[in-house]
């Protein structure tokens, strides 16, 4: 599936900083802080990210740890629906469900809590990038060991070389900008 025209992605992608090296030797990191400092910016983000989703509204956003939570929780908060957490391993106070995942630099271990959504319940899973797509894949067996049913997965950016959107292939994704490279 494609993504939708969004007629702020050029604003947006220019606002976007592209980092050398960081977090190590040869990665080109895409540093969304100038977004979260504009608030035009960061309001046409977010409904960008919304756009589609109101009717039928899902019953829960999903946010991924960390920096899918400052775009998943404004996401609930305009389409007055719930958000849920999935973080990294040892942060989630209560009884969770854990999945071990392969991200761009390593493995982590992702948790959820067990009572963060209902069976059959509607989700749309956030995050800031959409990279290998690992963590995606694990946030999505989290939800679907709960009984929920991942309607979408949306990112603010894609790095499309790295080919995340064909490991997640069986949902319907959606990015707001795209990098070839």
Do not use: W
Not at 65 to 73: C, M, P, T, V, W
Not at 93 to 114: M, N, S
Not at 121 to 144: P, Q, R
Not at 145 to 162: C, H, P, S, Y
């Amino acid at each position: 599936m494609t993504s939708p025209v969004f007629a702020d992605a050029s604003k947006l992608k220019a606002a976007i900083r592209t980092v050398p090296d960081f977090p190590k030797p040869g990665i080109l990191y895409r540093d969304i802080t100038p977004v979260l400092s504009d608030p035009a910016l960061f309001s046409s983000a977010i409904d960008g990210l919304c756009s589609g989703l109101e009717h039928p509204c899902p019953d829960m956003i999903v946010g991924i740890e960390s920096r899918g939570f400052l775009f998943a929780a404004a996401m609930a908060y305009k389409l007055k629906t719930g958000f849920a957490p999935v973080r990294k391993n040892g942060k989630l106070p209560f009884d969770k469900l854990q999945v071990r995942c392969e991200l761009e630099y390593g493995e982590a271990v992702l948790e959820i809590h067990r009572d963060a959504l209902s069976r059959g319940a509607a989700v749309v899973i956030v995050d800031d990038c959409l990279a290998t797509g690992g963590t995606a894949e694990a946030a999505a067996s989290l939800v679907e060991d709960l009984g929920g049913r991942v309607e979408k997965m949306i990112f603010l950016m894609e790095l499309e070389a790295l080919k995340g959107r064909q490991r997640l292939q069986r949902y319907e994704v959606a990015s707001l900008i795209r990098y070839g490279v």
